[in-house]
Each structure stands twice: as structure tokens, then as C-alpha cells.
């Protein structure tokens, strides 16, 4: 059974700062790239960030030079450095392979960034 759990969010003023976690199960994470995804209220869920296998990163242009992904192999688990966070930024986070397996989202974990 695959579980991804995240963590890690809540509320942060306009240019604060948060650093999510996703817990994944041991043989998913190890043989996936992660990523990072978000989804706003009335919007899709998008990739912002993803790291490969080997710790090759990519991000999209909305979150460049701001969030920081990376992966700990030892203990299964990914995270996500967000700084400068812009109210645009406020969204659920999940975490999943890239490209995701769509049945295995988890809860997610909600980023409000607000003054």
C-alpha cells in the first residue's frame, strides 16, 4: 500500500517563508522522480517542482529562484522550501511521482498566505 502523507503547511504572511514534507512509502520513493503540486481554489492542480531520482530539480517559472525542492532517500521523504511566498501561492500542496499516479494522492496540506 503506497501512502503519501504531507505536511507542513499554514498560515504565513506575504513574504514568509515554509518548508512542507511528504513522508512516501520506501520502494515508490526510491525508484520515482517526486514532485511537488499545487491546486488553488477554481483552478487545476499543477507541477511546481519535481526532482529526479538522482537530484536533478526543475520548477515552474511561478515558484523559480523562490522554492527549493529536495529528496532525503534515507528517510523516504521530500520537501519543499518556500520563500518569498506571494498570495498567489496559496493553494493545497501534494506531493506525488512524476508523472503522478493519480491514485495514490494523499490528503495534501494547505498553504494560506495572507497578511
Known amino acids: 500500500q503506497v501512502q503519501l502523507v504531507e505536511s507542513g503547511g499554514g498560515l504565513v504572511q506575504p513574504g514568509g517563508s515554509l518548508r512542507l514534507s511528504c513522508a512516501a512509502s520506501?520502494?515508490?520513493?526510491?525508484?520515482?522522480?517526486m514532485g511537488w503540486y499545487r491546486q488553488a481554489p477554481g483552478k487545476q492542480r499543477e507541477l511546481v517542482a519535481h526532482?529526479?531520482?538522482?537530484?536533478?530539480?526543475n520548477y515552474a517559472d511561478s515558484v523559480k529562484g523562490r522554492f527549493t525542492i529536495s529528496r532525503d532517500n534515507a528517510k523516504n521523504t521530500v520537501y519543499l522550501e518556500m520563500n518569498s511566498l506571494k498570495p498567489e501561492d496559496k493553494a493545497d500542496y501534494y506531493c506525488?511521482?512524476?508523472?503522478?499516479?493519480?491514485?495514490?494522492w494523499g490528503q495534501g496540506t494547505q498553504v494560506i498566505v495572507s497578511s
Open positions: 506525488n511521482s512524476v508523472p503522478y499516479a493519480y491514485e495514490y
Open positions: 526532482i529526479t531520482r538522482g537530484g536533478a530539480t
Open positions: 520506501g520502494r515508490f520513493f526510491s525508484i520515482n522522480a
